[in-house]
């Protein structure tokens, strides 16, 4: 499928690890030129240079998306670099707290998961739409989960903060018509962070009791959204979950043959 992203300009937040960094690598693989915005240097440097070991386009900017003034100067220093973007892709977020009610979360704890997985993105959008409006396959894919739809035990700051990812999403489509703004919603991810959170190293992933997709895997919904191929999909939500939230909770009945 030709996806028409040959040298256009494409932001990655979160870009050093995990769904950011296998974003980036499939924007690069379909001749896109990439920014990576993160506040993780030495491995947002190691995929600048696995990108550009294979013949890619890429430059790392460091950034804290928590920060108006570092976007900002992200922001402009991607557009000096290679030009004003066609494409963001939102990755940059954590978990935050798991295994904690409310009543024991702090408002520390609370506030990191809201400003990194919703204020981030407010700030992101804030500093790129101006220069996505001017383009001509102008998108934005924002990383919610399926936690923007279903809570998880233990994980509430982050269930709340997931669920203002895809209502954000929407209200950027309706706000700014002339890009498109997607979410998509993936369960569980194989990327550091989950395996730091969930304690699971390759065995783990491997005989986990719930189904794991690679980042790669979720790369390729990514690149999907953020392409001309999807250009009928505005303000949607694409969920990639092996089909779970499509669940009844009702206790599954045997049916006879008669």
């Given at each position: 499928m030709e996806l028409y992203l040959r040298n256009r300009i494409a932001v990655v937040t979160g870009g050093a690890s995990g769904i950011g960094a296998a974003s980036?690598?499939?924007?690069?693989?379909?001749?896109?030129?990439?920014?990576?915005?993160?506040r993780d240097r030495e491995r947002g440097t190691r995929v600048v240079s696995d990108i550009t070991g294979r013949g890619g386009r890429a430059i790392y900017v460091e950034t804290d998306v928590t920060d108006e003034e570092?976007?900002?100067?992200?922001?402009?220093?991607?557009?000096?670099?290679?030009?004003?973007?066609?494409?963001?892709v939102c990755s940059a977020g954590v978990s935050?707290?798991?295994?904690?009610?409310?009543?024991?979360?702090?408002?520390?704890?609370?506030?990191?998961?809201?400003?990194?997985?919703?204020t981030g993105m407010f700030l992101v959008a804030k500093h790129c739409l101006s220069y996505l409006e001017n383009s001509p396959i102008a998108t934005m894919v924002l990383i919610g989960s399926d936690a923007s739809f279903v809570a998880f035990k233990g994980m509430t700051p982050y269930c709340a903060s997931k669920g203002a990812v895809l209502m954000f999403a929407k209200g950027l489509?309706?706000?700014?018509?002339?890009?498109?703004?997607?979410?998509?919603?993936?369960?569980?991810?194989?990327?550091?962070?989950?395996?730091?959170?969930?304690?699971?190293?390759?065995?783990g992933i491997r005989n986990a009791a719930?189904?794991?997709?690679?980042?790669?895997?979720?790369?390729?919904?990514?690149?999907?959204?953020?392409?001309?191929?999807?250009?009928?999909?505005?303000?949607?939500?694409?969920?990639?979950?092996?089909g779970f939230t499509a669940r009844a909770a009702f206790p599954e009945l045997e049916f006879g043959s008669s």
């Open positions: 980036a690598r499939a924007l690069s693989r379909e001749g896109a030129q990439v920014a990576i915005l993160d570092s976007v900002s100067r992200g922001v402009g220093e991607t557009v000096t670099a290679l030009g004003a973007p066609d494409m963001v935050g707290p798991v295994g904690k009610r409310v009543t024991e979360t702090s408002r520390p704890e609370w506030d990191q998961v809201l400003s990194v997985n919703v489509s309706v706000d700014h018509p002339a890009v498109r703004v997607n979410c998509i919603c993936p369960s569980v991810v194989d990327t550091p962070m989950v395996r730091r959170d969930l304690s699971l190293d390759d065995d719930m189904p794991i997709m690679s980042a790669d895997q979720l790369a390729g919904h990514v690149l999907f959204l953020a392409s001309p191929a999807s250009a009928p999909m505005n303000g949607a939500a694409l969920v990639v979950d092996f």
